[in-house]
């Protein structure tokens, strides 16, 4: 006998969940964390599309593609490789197991696919699953980070965990959060780690080894091919400052 999914109950007499300063609040204590007693527990995810990305390549488009990661995923490929597409459609689904559901930030990376070299960076976004509905699919656009432009469409389920007991306009609040949440700029990091007082929602967050956590803010981590070309841009720019000045040393003796 196959048992019934569960699904989360609304109680039309919990208060309303509430967007305000990039943050999703509901009511302390009034919707219960339902999980497994080890912690652990299994989404469903629909790569469903992407829209207006960055053009990665030289020709004015990208070969778009999707990895998944988190703490207990290292990094996997969950959807094909869509060439020359700035716009691409994948209509994919997958269903995975996550070690820990109330700590884990769960993250989104699109890549450009190249034939030569490493596959471009187009744009990430994270996911906080203890704020997931149980058994209810989330429906989301994503603003992209470390993109000038871009978003992701796709949908989360919840199968044996998450919020239950939850407000009506839960659903509504939850899109509607998540379709707002900005994306940020490496550059913009400078600035949102100063400010103490308007801390991101994903803090106290444990995320993937690529990544950190910067003022509840999810930050990539520089790679070491960046990192690489940084030290090699700044050899260079000593380099130059050094025949400057023997140059002008030389200009003076004569």
């Not at 912690?39 to 990665?56: D, E, M």
């Not at 030289?58 to 094909?80: L, M, R």
């Not at 976004?125 to 796709?154: M, R, W, Y």
Request: proline letters at 6%; a positive charge; one cysteine or more.
């Amino acid at each position: 006998m196959m048992q019934a999914p569960m699904i989360a109950a609304t109680n039309p007499n919990c208060p309303i969940a509430i967007v305000a300063n990039h943050k999703l609040s509901l009511p302390p204590g009034a919707c219960p964390f339902v999980v497994n007693p080890n912690g652990n527990g299994k989404i469903r995810i629909r790569l469903i599309s992407a829209s207006n990305l960055v053009s990665a390549d030289a020709n004015g488009y990208s070969d778009p593609y999707i990895k998944v990661k988190s703490t207990s995923i290292d990094s996997i490929k969950v959807t094909k490789v869509i060439e020359k597409n700035l716009n691409p459609v994948w209509n994919e689904e997958v269903v995975l197991d996550i070690s820990s559901v109330g700590r884990e930030l769960f993250i989104f990376d699109v890549y450009d696919s190249d034939k030569v070299g490493n596959d471009d960076l187009l744009g990430f976004v994270g996911v906080d699953l203890s704020l997931l509905p149980l058994g209810l699919e989330v429906l989301t656009c994503e603003n992209l980070s470390f993109a000038k432009h871009g978003v992701l469409q796709i949908g989360i389920t919840a199968l044996d965990f998450g919020l239950t007991n939850i407000p009506p306009n839960y659903l509504h609040a939850y899109t509607e959060w998540r379709n707002t949440l900005p994306g940020h700029q490496r550059k913009e990091f400078k600035k949102l780690k100063k400010h103490k007082d308007s801390c991101g929602p994903y803090a106290n967050k444990v995320v993937h080894e690529d990544y950190k956590v910067t003022n509840g803010y999810l930050k990539r981590k520089k790679s070491k091919r960046e990192k690489t070309a940084k030290g090699f841009v700044k050899g260079l720019k000593i380099a130059g400052k050094v025949s400057l000045k023997v140059l002008d040393s030389a200009t003076e003796d004569d």
